[in-house]
């Protein structure tokens, strides 16, 4: 009897051990690689000492890339997306030991409004999706809560992780984080 308990408690802890999510998995596979990203874009990195990120802002700055933007994401820069239409992208790193951890971005269509079907959020994950593509590769896995009303792509390189969503009917944010450096702090 009771190495049939110890059996079935065995085949219990197997069961929900092996009911990992697609994610999960996905994240243990990429961080126990050993590989490390680091690169964002523009030539920012993360690992980037405050120092650094301004110098390689204002050289951009310089160049006519980037512009001062109007709030806490104080970085502006103006692009094309994929599709062609004109976008706006702030930008403003979140630090850990004077160095970037986290690169929070929000996007917006220039001319968005409500009844501008062309200009709407679906249609601006499409574009931040195929940007971020671009930029970083394939290979996003959609990732939800259980009534898919948070939904969000997902993209794990070796210690990268780089995740987009809708934010507002007008914008998408996209996240780009150090995980381990934000495992440690959380």
């Known amino acids: 009897m009771k190495s049939a308990s110890f059996f079935l408690l065995a085949c219990l802890i197997s069961l929900l051990l092996s009911c990992k999510t697609d994610y999960q998995k996905l994240e243990e596979e990429e961080l126990s690689s050993g590989r490390v990203e680091n690169e964002l874009y523009l030539g920012l990195e993360l690992g980037m000492t405050k120092k650094q990120f301004f110098e390689t802002c204002w050289e951009l700055n310089k160049q006519g890339i980037l512009v001062n933007g109007p709030s806490e994401l104080s970085v502006l820069y103006n692009l094309d997306m994929p599709s062609g239409k004109p976008a706006n992208m702030h930008f ?31 249609k601006l994950l499409e574009d931040t999706m195929a940007l971020f593509e671009k930029w970083h590769g394939k290979g996003f896995i959609e990732v939800s809560n ?6 969000a792509f997902v993209k794990m390189d070796g210690n990268r992780r780089i995740r987009i969503f809708k934010k507002h009917l007008s914008s998408v944010r996209a996240e780009i984080v150090d995980l381990p450096v934000q495992k440690k702090i959380d």
């Open 92 to 122: 403003y790193p979140k630090f850990y030991d004077d160095k970037i951890y986290m690169m929070p971005m929000e996007f917006s269509y220039d001319g968005w409004a409500p009844w501008n079907e062309d200009l709407n959020a679906d």
């Open 146 to 151: 259980e009534d898919r009303s948070q939904v």
